[in-house]
């Protein structure tokens, strides 16, 4: 069946340092991929999305690119802010799961000043 | 603007008394799910409609039920709750097998 892996967390990190959070995913077909973002006592919102492979989802300075050849879609952000702690998911929807979003087990970002 | 609504966003209920979550959207998505989220840890699904089909879990709880009265609204339903059942509570929408759209949430508390 269709799985997500990511990096083990909690990851700490000083203001403006780079970030990346790996994922790598298991899924036959062609999968839709997502990063979630989810705040202190909030639900998770669509952090950026990538629909095939080789396209770059990107927003507020995050960047992820889909890559089928190594089956992965590691976050990035060239300068983290203290704003950016939270937990990330890496997700994946498609494949055997047609409805069902497929989350990875999420990674805690604590940015310090 | 379109989106997903929780209430309440805090629940307070006694061991084995009965208790409703809502949710409801403004998206007009034919999809709606409803998650159970502990500790930071990623949200485990324990039913969805697709339209008006309901698919439960294999592994969510008989404790555990949902209606879908009509397309906007979705409530989850705990029959009996116990301590394990306190948790963050999700709902989501989506288009098909679009990105899904989630809610504040609800935080359940069980005394």
């Known amino acids: 069946g269709n799985s997500v892996t990511q990096m083990e967390g909690p990851v700490t990190l000083s203001e403006e340092a780079f970030l990346t959070i790996n994922c790598t995913y298991t899924?036959?077909?062609?999968?839709?991929l997502f990063w979630y973002v989810q705040y202190p006592g909030e639900g998770l919102q669509l952090l950026l999305k990538?629909?095939?492979?080789?396209d770059k989802g990107s927003n507020k300075g995050f960047e992820a690119t889909y890559r089928k050849e190594t089956t992965s879609f590691h976050l990035e952000k060239g300068s983290v802010q203290v704003s950016d702690s939270a937990v990330y998911f890496c997700a994946l929807v498609g494949g055997t799961s047609y409805d069902k979003v497929i989350f990875g087990p999420g990674t805690s970002l604590s940015v310090i000043p | 603007d379109a989106m997903v609504i929780q209430n309440p966003r805090y629940q307070v209920t006694q061991f084995g008394k009965p208790v409703t979550l809502s949710c409801s959207q403004t998206?007009?998505?034919?999809?709606m799910y409803w998650y159970q989220q502990k500790s930071s840890q990623a949200p485990k699904l324990l039913f969805h409609y697709y339209d008006k089909d309901f698919n439960n879990e294999a592994d969510t709880p008989d404790n555990f039920q949902s209606r879908r009265p009509n397309t906007s609204f979705c409530f989850l339903d705990i029959r009996s709750p116990g301590l394990g059942d306190a948790a963050m509570y999700l709902c989501a929408t989506s288009r098909q097998r679009g990105e899904q759209f989630f809610g504040p949430g609800t935080r359940l508390t069980v005394l």
């Open positions: 899924a036959t077909g062609y999968p839709s």
């Open positions: 998206l007009n998505h034919n999809v």
């Open positions: 990538a629909t095939k492979a080789d």
